[in-house]
């Protein structure tokens, strides 16, 4: 086992639908590939309306409908995470010039990605928030994560060697 583990941060406004999305599902891909004790993956919102909460029901759904478990409860991004996490990924633009506008250094800066810079499938700019929406945007949501997580997993490895 690695002296410290690689720790990626999901993030996206409230912390209940996308960004623990794709926590879970990247947890999943991570287990699966044996390397829990290398990877760990959290999620966070960039604002504290819903802290404490769980995934909205309706992305829980969708995510378990494919097989993966939906756990975690709502928190805020903190500064602190630029420390504790090795790479911040954002699901959209707001929520990225969010993060972007906390980060006080360059090494902090350097830290944080958008999510859909791993997809290869799927062309789009952001990950869509689909809380106002109806199942769609919860299945594309699940699509999109599930296209960039493989290529996330491969990043990391050849980053770190793991």
């Given at each position: 086992?690695?002296?410290?583990?690689?720790?990626v941060l999901f993030v996206?406004?409230?912390?209940?639908?996308?960004?623990?999305?794709?926590?879970?599902?990247?947890?999943?891909?991570?287990?699966?590939?044996?390397?829990?004790?290398?990877?760990?993956?959290?999620?966070?919102?960039?604002?504290?309306?819903?802290?404490?909460?769980?995934?909205?029901?309706?992305?829980?759904?969708?995510?378990?409908?494919?097989?993966?478990?939906?756990?975690?409860?709502?928190?805020?991004?903190?500064?602190?995470?630029?420390?504790?996490?090795?790479?911040?990924?954002?699901?959209?633009?707001?929520?990225?010039?969010?993060?972007?506008?906390?980060?006080?250094?360059?090494?902090?800066?350097?830290?944080?990605?958008?999510?859909?810079?791993?997809?290869?499938?799927?062309?789009?700019?952001?990950?869509?928030?689909?809380?106002?929406?109806?199942?769609?945007?919860?299945?594309?949501?699940?699509?999109?994560?599930?296209?960039?997580?493989?290529?996330?997993?491969?990043?990391?490895?050849?980053?770190?060697?793991?």
């Open positions: 086992m690695p002296e410290r583990c690689y720790r996206c406004m409230g912390n209940i639908c996308r960004s623990p999305a794709g926590e879970n599902i990247f947890r999943h891909l991570v287990e699966k590939a044996g390397l829990s004790e290398d990877i760990r993956c959290d999620s966070a919102g960039t604002i504290g309306y819903h802290t404490g909460k769980e995934p909205d029901t309706r992305m829980s759904k969708t995510v378990r409908g494919r097989g993966y478990e939906m756990t975690g409860s709502a928190r805020q991004f903190l500064t602190q995470d630029f420390e504790d996490f090795d790479l911040v990924l954002t699901m959209d633009d707001e929520n990225y010039d969010n993060v972007m506008k906390l980060a006080e250094s360059d090494e902090a800066r350097a830290r944080v990605r958008k999510f859909t810079d791993f997809c290869i499938a799927h062309d789009h700019s952001e990950v869509p928030d689909p809380y106002y929406g109806g199942e769609d945007g919860f299945e594309l949501v699940a699509n999109l994560i599930e296209d960039g997580a493989g290529e996330l997993l491969a990043f990391i490895r050849s980053e770190t060697r793991i």
